[in-house]
């Protein structure tokens, strides 16, 4: 994530969502999510909100959601 010192990548929390919701059309709607560390909590508890809001947005389209 942005400011990570671990990884230095430069992608945002708001990347989490747009990654999920477009793999969710690919997958249409069969995902698995699963997680790592190393962000620090501030970042990770961040990209899982936007992970997590993704998810929800797109509940209808996911079998038996």
Do not use: F, M, Q
């Not at 430069?10 to 919701?21: F, K, L, N, P």
């Not at 699963?34 to 990209?47: E, F, N």
């Amino acid at each position: 994530l942005k400011g990570d010192l671990l990884g230095g990548l430069r992608y945002t929390s708001a990347v989490h969502r747009r990654v999920i919701a477009d793999l969710l059309g690919l997958a249409r709607g069969r995902l698995i999510v699963v997680g790592g560390g190393g962000y620090g909590a501030k970042r990770a508890a961040s990209g899982w909100c936007e992970v997590t809001a993704a998810l929800l947005e797109h509940s209808s389209s996911i079998p038996g959601g």
